[in-house]
């Protein structure tokens, strides 16, 4: 617990800056101070051997560090070591949890509310805090600019905006708030990366070497390379969403692409150029950048030069170069190194270690047991990485147009009225819902208001997640549908502002949640005999939206995953894995929910006049269109028919 005595104090430097920042700050200052004083670079005059001089400024600089730091914060040189836990209470902003009980007793309404408010950026699953703030906008007293968040980091800020705008197609608007972003993101990396120089405390992830290491070793080792390692993480750190657990992926490339697209838009082919390249240092084979280049070679002339910012190409190289050491550190020296990029380039990695870099490998690569189900898969995330148990993460499982055919079902399906409509949201008022099961796809494709290939898309996609999943979790014990759905949720126009609740409510999927007792009921209403569930997305053209996994406090969040076109989220229905949805605040986010069982008995079951079977065991390819509407409507010379004209009926099933 924290004591409320330190906590009270007021912020010492003036607003934005919380109390963690000024920490921030004095070390930032202290270390530029001492680089000045103690600087590594001896020249040519530099007496005595290389040793000695190196050590010699070693010395100095951890003693000017430790001085710097306590005269700064007027505490003794030990006193600016915050714990392990300490820091990362402040990195969830705990303390604004109680600094807004304190202010609030002491009739401080605005300092309460910010508090809250900064509080809650970093804790959005925080229930408790949502129904504060609700009370807190309703509160006569209160205005809006009340809402700040003192601990706001610049280049969320900016990025957001940048995207919105880039989304809207204002791409003038987009360039100037994505370049701050930029700006912005780089600098908090590098205050990150000087944080890794402050003394290092239990940090829990690292095994303890029982051996005694040499000096060389030790310098290198234990503390060197750990401040490679942290410098290196500091890109996860930026590219994490106050509130968030992971980051965005290719953070500081996807600025480039962004970047380079706005500026060809609006017309500044130089800049747009300048990004192309500098996106390429990070992907140097990426095919449709190259293209672009070419394009711009054309347009621009063969003698213009198309070079990287000077920002980004010192960021590779300086990336590169600490990830060489840190590599050979692994192979030579032992460790881990968790790799937090996905540009690093294939050589640079030490053979031995390139299947525990990336979680990036073929499925096959995973299993022993089942046969490997279809080829090009990848795990993006295991149980490890999220956190937790039976949960994965794999990718590439549909492709592009497979998404866009999907889609166009939902919209076809949409217009066909009939019954299938979106309605509200049944978990909120600022969003409506789409829900098309498969069957009723099926139906609608006899009935020639949707295209039958879509259709039967939906059948073939939900197979293959199921035949992924099966091999995955169960191999050799089979897993029955036992319901799918395709789901399409819409942020409603004009309903999004000040919203406070989520887009799916954090449940679990097979038992009733209890946060309180810390039980799951599996009793009804919940689907007991659910065993698996998973969720194939097809798009991410939307914002918000985030699946996350929680503890069964249904409030502490220990993974999330990102939407994208062909993602398939799977994980065990059960208490382990509590989940919800982000609230979707823009666009439309559309997914394939899965559930499967163990149990024959709750399969779901497609009904034809040769009996009912199982949709899973039924031959996709075998249901026939039932008229000739289904497939005139678009379709192409030489397509094949099936010559199967038996009836079929459908049953929903929940
Ligand atoms: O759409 C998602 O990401 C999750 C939905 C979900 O958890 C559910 O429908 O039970
Ligand atoms: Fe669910």
Not at 96 to 117: E, G, I, P
Request: proline letters at 6%.
């Amino acid at each position: 617990a924290i004591s409320p005595l330190s906590l009270a104090r007021p912020p010492p430097a003036a607003p934005p800056a919380g109390p963690y920042a000024g920490l921030r700050a004095a070390r930032r200052a202290c270390r530029a101070a001492c680089r000045r004083e103690a600087a590594f670079l001896g020249g040519p005059g530099a007496a005595g051997p290389w040793e000695a001089a190196l050590f010699g400024r070693v010395l100095q600089r951890a003693d000017c560090l430790q001085h710097c730091l306590g005269l700064r914060l007027g505490v003794a040189p030990s006193a600016h070591r915050a714990s392990h836990a300490v820091r990362r209470d402040f990195e969830q902003r705990e303390p604004y949890n109680y600094l807004q009980v304190a202010f609030f007793q002491l009739k401080k309404l605005d300092r309460a509310v910010s508090a809250a408010h900064t509080f809650f950026v970093a804790n959005p699953q925080h229930l408790q805090m949502r129904e504060d703030i609700e009370k807190y906008r309703r509160m006569s007293g209160v205005k809006s600019d009340n809402f700040r968040d003192l601990e706001a980091t610049p280049h969320w800020e900016a990025y957001e905006a940048g995207v919105q705008h880039y989304h809207a197609d204002e791409y003038l608007r987009a360039v100037a708030r994505l370049e701050e972003s930029l700006t912005e993101a780089l600098a908090a990396l590098e205050e990150c990366r000087a944080l890794c120089e402050g003394p290092w405390e239990d940090e829990e992830e690292e095994e303890e070497e029982e051996m005694q290491p040499g000096l060389y070793e030790a310098i290198a080792g234990t503390h060197y390379i750990q401040v490679l390692k942290c410098r290196q993480q500091c890109v996860l750190e930026i590219a994490t969403k106050p509130g968030r657990v992971s980051a965005t992926e290719d953070f500081i490339p996807s600025h480039l692409d962004l970047l380079q697209f706005a500026y060809d838009q609006v017309g500044n082919q130089a800049l747009a150029a300048e990004c192309a390249a500098s996106y390429l240092l990070f992907y140097p084979t990426d095919e449709p950048m190259l293209e672009k280049m070419k394009e711009y070679r054309t347009e621009l002339g063969e003698d213009t030069a198309f070079t990287a910012r000077e920002s980004i190409q010192h960021y590779v190289q300086r990336s590169l170069m600490e990830k060489k050491l840190i590599y050979y550190a692994v192979e030579h020296l032992g460790g881990t190194f968790n790799d937090p990029d996905l540009w690093t380039p294939d050589e640079l990695i030490p053979e031995n270690l390139k299947e525990k870099h990336s979680l990036l490998m073929p499925i096959r690569a995973c299993f022993s047991t089942g046969p490997l189900p279809f080829e090009g898969i990848a795990v993006t995330m295991d149980s490890r990485r999220m956190n937790g148990t039976q949960r994965v993460v794999f990718d590439r499982v549909l492709t592009e147009s497979e998404c866009k055919d999907l889609l166009r079902l939902t919209k076809a399906a949409g217009e066909a009225g009939d019954g299938y409509r979106a309605r509200r949201s049944p978990h909120t008022p600022h969003e409506r819902f789409e829900g098309l099961t498969v069957l009723r796809a099926v139906q609608l494709a006899q009935n020639g208001d949707v295209d039958w290939r879509d259709a039967k898309l939906l059948l073939q996609a939900s197979e293959k997640s199921r035949k992924i999943i099966e091999s995955y979790f169960t191999p050799g014990k089979k897993l029955h549908f036992s319901f799918t759905h395709l789901v399409c949720r819409t942020a409603v126009d004009e309903e999004q502002e000040g919203r406070m609740d989520l887009s799916h409510p954090v449940h679990a999927d097979n038992c009733l949640l209890d946060p309180e007792g810390q039980e799951c009921w599996r009793e009804p209403p919940a689907y007991v005999y659910r065993d698996y569930s998973g969720i194939l997305y097809l798009n991410d053209d939307f914002q918000g939206g985030g699946l996350f996994f929680t503890e069964m406090d249904t409030v502490t969040v220990t993974a999330e995953v990102h939407p994208k076109c062909g993602r398939l989220v799977a994980f065990s229905s059960g208490k382990e894995n509590p989940h919800g949805v982000w609230a979707v605040s823009r666009g439309r986010r559309c997914a394939i929910a899965l559930w499967y069982t163990h149990s024959q008995e709750h399969a779901e079951q497609v009904k034809d006049d040769a009996g009912e079977m199982d949709i899973s065991t039924s031959e996709v390819d075998q249901i026939p269109p039932r008229n000739a509407r289904a497939t005139s409507r678009r379709q192409k010379p030489g397509s094949d028919r099936t010559q199967h004209p038996k009836e079929l009926r459908v049953r929903d099933e929940f």
